[in-house]
């Protein structure tokens, strides 16, 4: 027969086992949580929170990887938009589809991109309706480790006034990758 209160002890040693372990990692905000693990030629695996802990090899691989917000089977990626001295850095939704990459005018008036200062140009979009853009050329548009010069984006009409807009191919089908969903990175190839 079990000793009344036997169950809660054990509960109880548990807890404590799992607080010690995870006292090894300490809890750091600006890496979110990320554990890093590494398997060496003998077999012995490494697990840290910080990086710079890892050999090189590891470094170069993770500078390879770019972190993505996968919401509702959509991709946001962190992007660099540099205009004439001025770049901000705007999530876009990475779009194979689209051509090249969009941004709404609040994301042009951040940059300083005024209308007299682009190209006219006509865009179909997903429904099928055909729209007037404004073309300017970025100084650069950079995610993670990969940047592009002297690229044109698209200003697409948008009346929400949201900062919204699209990672398109002619940044995507310049640096071959590969999309990890549920790990939530680019992988740089």
């Not at 086992?17 to 003998?42: C, E, P, R, W, Y």
């Amino acid at each position: 027969m079990r000793e009344p209160g036997r169950k809660c002890c054990m509960k109880n040693v548990i807890i404590i086992i799992v607080a010690f372990i995870l006292s090894f990692f300490k809890i750091d905000a600006a890496q979110s949580g990320k554990i890093f693990m590494h398997t060496d030629a003998n077999g012995v695996v490494s697990m840290t929170d910080d990086i710079d802990k890892m050999p090189s090899s590891y470094k170069e691989k993770e500078k390879e990887k770019t972190a993505v917000i996968v919401k509702r089977n959509q991709i946001y990626v962190p992007v660099t938009i540099g205009y004439q001295g001025r770049s901000v850095n705007v999530y876009l939704i990475l779009d194979t589809g689209a051509t090249g990459v969009t941004i709404s005018p609040a994301i042009a008036r951040r940059l300083g991109i005024k209308t007299e200062n682009t190209r006219q140009g006509f865009s179909i979009i997903a429904d099928g309706s055909k729209v007037v853009t404004h073309i300017a050329t970025a100084d650069f548009v950079s995610v993670g480790p990969k940047i592009k010069r002297a690229i044109d984006i698209l200003i697409l009409p948008h009346a929400s006034g949201l900062e919204t807009g699209l990672l398109g191919m002619n940044f995507l089908g310049e640096f071959p990758h590969m999309i990890n969903m549920k790990a939530q990175v680019i992988n740089w190839m």
